[in-house]
């Protein structure tokens, strides 16, 4: 996998994209053989498909036979010296309608079961690439940005799209007439056919320079939109930074550079395309040239007749279509190859938090936690946690807190299960979270983050996220145990409020308070808790502090703890510093024994009254 770093040009070399790898991929024939899997259901419908495709092809093929037929038989008999024969002129052209129309329905039906199938097919791989990444673990997002993983379920699987729907139809199509022309002509005569080839090699050996060049122009056009859409999508994301710094201006002289030199790209790929078209032109009348030269030796010298020149003349037509789209489609198959290398890298990657095969439901749980000496490292030699022992009873509240960096989030991740410990266990009601499925686990762990995550949706719709069969009564009484209730009932619509995706019309408090009411509903035994940072309004964190307590109740939980009150009111305190439990005891506890935790307390005071 070849990814490198590009940035535009150095005056702006603040912005730096990685470029997807390689847009072209060489031809591989085992991945040809994974993306056909995806046909396999589809074989019954397919075959009618084919069917139709060959007599297509069979009858476009049979029609400048029946032009030779009709001119040597009918029109002109005996080399222009009999009279023509009309019934036999009409016999010909009646079986002529009825191949039009037989090539006609097939066509059509060709075209749309191509469609469908490929349509079905696509989705298949979408929703086959979707069910995979959603399994896919922490470790392996770490190592991503969303928008690398977002092109490959969006564009990679489009890039896909004509191969299935027309190309692998369409190639079996145009290989089928070409190889039917071939043998007409050489059979048909053999000097003839041979002569009017003669300009394949040379028309190959053009086109073949050509191709590359186009190949590479197209290449370099969308590896220039590619980072179009990573800079727009940074600047959409990061808009409110870029105005509050006031940097606006030189973010637009980056975009005017990449646009530019796409537009530039993109000019110099089209005007390559352009002289493909008159060299298959040229070649085409110099093959033409050569059967009216050729041809009229050959009717001089009696070995053919009239009719098979203009037969051949139509058959000639027929010849260089297919040569044309099958170079098309050789390109087409390249960028597939390399699209379905990314989707098929993200299917083969297994979550590393796995399974057992021998992993059993967790049943209901009580609530007893423990961390059994935890060595935990993100990345290899580097320990995030170290000899990490924790022994929480069924119900009681654990405030984490520490410097910024110093493990609390490690330790919550390890208990969802979201990463698994190098070392040691972590053991709910005695079972190693290991030894039990993960949807029976997160089940009964509930998590409220600090960034609340809001869908596109009404707010009735955002709390039911927690338990997807609750009534409508239910939500409303986990609102209002939240005190959420009143200022859901002052919105516009109420619970039929629609809040925009991430909820940024709802305010800090707001959001937090809706995903109270969202875990409350979900009725989880063990609670993970991260405060929000922000300082919100005293009446706000009055119904905050309200709401916390009865979320808590009878609950085992977890909390990262910012909020004086919160740790104040906790069963227990953790400290930790630098991936150790430094500390741990209550706040009275904790404070005469005037050690880091004091620390923490004081700087908090003497911030809070500077
Ligand atoms: N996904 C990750 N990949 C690599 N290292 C990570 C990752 N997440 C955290 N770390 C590192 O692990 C250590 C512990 O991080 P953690 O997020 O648990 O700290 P924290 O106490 O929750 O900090 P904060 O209060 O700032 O949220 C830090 O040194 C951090 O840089």
Not at 300 to 307: A, H, L, M
Not at 343 to 364: C, R
Not at 390 to 417: E, F, M, Y
Not at 468 to 487: G, P, Q, R
Request: hydrophobic residues 45%; contains cysteine.
């Amino acid at each position: 996998m070849s990814a490198k770093k590009s940035n535009v040009n150095d005056k702006n070399a603040r912005f730096i994209y990685k470029d997807d790898d390689a847009i072209e991929k060489p031809f591989n024939w085992a991945q040809v053989r994974r993306l056909l899997i995806y046909m396999s259901p589809y074989k019954k419908e397919l075959t009618p498909v084919i069917i139709m495709m060959i007599l297509g092809t069979l009858t476009r093929l049979g029609i400048p036979a029946l032009v030779i037929l009709a001119i040597d038989q009918a029109i002109a008999p005996d080399n222009g010296n009999g009279p023509t024969s009309f019934p036999k002129l009409y016999l010909i052209a009646a079986i002529m309608l009825v191949l039009f129309i037989v090539q006609w329905a097939s066509n059509t039906y060709r075209i749309k079961y191509t469609n469908i199938i490929g349509q079905k097919v696509i989705y298949d791989l979408r929703h086959h690439l979707f069910q995979h990444i959603q399994k896919l673990s922490f470790r392996f997002y770490d190592k991503r940005p969303a928008g690398s993983v977002l092109v490959r379920v969006t564009n990679d699987v489009n890039a896909l799209q004509d191969l299935f729907t027309n190309g692998v139809v369409n190639l079996l199509m145009d290989c089928v007439q070409l190889v039917g022309i071939v043998v007409i002509l050489l059979v048909w005569n053999f000097k003839l056919g041979l002569a009017i080839m003669i300009t394949v090699p040379l028309m190959f050996i053009v086109s073949t320079a050509l191709r590359k060049r186009i190949r590479f122009a197209w290449q370099t056009v969308r590896m220039k939109q590619s980072r179009i859409n990573a800079h727009l999508n940074e600047s959409i994301q990061g808009m409110k930074i870029t105005q509050a710094y006031v940097q606006e201006k030189d973010n637009m002289s980056f975009f005017e550079n990449m646009n530019e030199d796409n537009l530039k790209s993109w000019n110099k790929a089209s005007a390559l395309n352009q002289m493909f078209g008159p060299i298959i032109e040229v070649t085409s009348a110099i093959g033409t040239l050569i059967l009216f030269w050729y041809g009229a030796h050959l009717i001089q010298s009696n070995e053919i007749t009239i009719g098979v020149l203009v037969g051949f003349a139509n058959y000639i037509g027929n010849f260089w279509d297919p040569i044309n789209r099958l170079g098309q489609m050789y390109n087409q198959l390249l960028i597939a190859m390399a699209s379905s290398e990314r989707i098929f890298e993200f299917i083969d990657e297994e979550p590393t938090v796995g399974e057992q095969g021998s992993a059993k439901p967790l049943l209901s749980i009580r609530g007893d936690v423990k961390f059994d000496n935890i060595l935990f490292e993100y990345e290899k030699g580097r320990p995030a946690l170290k000899g990490i022992s924790l022994d929480v009873k069924a119900g009681q509240s654990i405030a984490l807190v520490g410097h910024t960096g110093s493990g609390k989030s490690t330790i919550i991740n390890l208990l969802c299960r979201f990463y698994d410990p190098v070392e040691g266990r972590v053991l709910i009601d005695g079972k190693d979270i290991r030894d039990v499925t993960i949807d029976s686990l997160r089940s009964q762990v509930g998590i409220v983050l600090q960034d609340t995550f809001i869908f596109a949706g009404t707010i009735r719709d955002n709390i039911r996220y927690g338990r997807l069969d609750a009534t409508d009564s239910e939500i409303v009484e986990a609102a209002k145990a939240v005190h959420a209730h009143d200022f859901i009932m002052s919105l516009p619509d109420g619970y039929d409020t629609e809040v925009e995706e991430r909820g940024n019309v709802l305010s800090m408090g707001q959001r937090q308070l809706l995903s109270f009411a969202r875990a409350l509903l979900s009725d989880p035994r063990v609670l993970i808790l991260d405060e929000a940072t922000a300082s919100i309004d005293t009446e706000t964190e009055l119904h905050i502090q309200e709401a916390l307590k009865t979320l808590l109740a009878g609950r085992t939980s977890f909390m990262i703890a910012h909020r004086l009150s919160t740790i104040r009111n906790a069963d227990e305190i953790v400290v930790l510093d630098h991936g150790r439990i430094v500390e741990q005891g209550t706040h009275d506890q904790l404070i005469a024994r005037g050690g880091v935790y004091n620390g923490l307390i004081e700087a908090q005071y003497r911030f809070l009254s500077a």
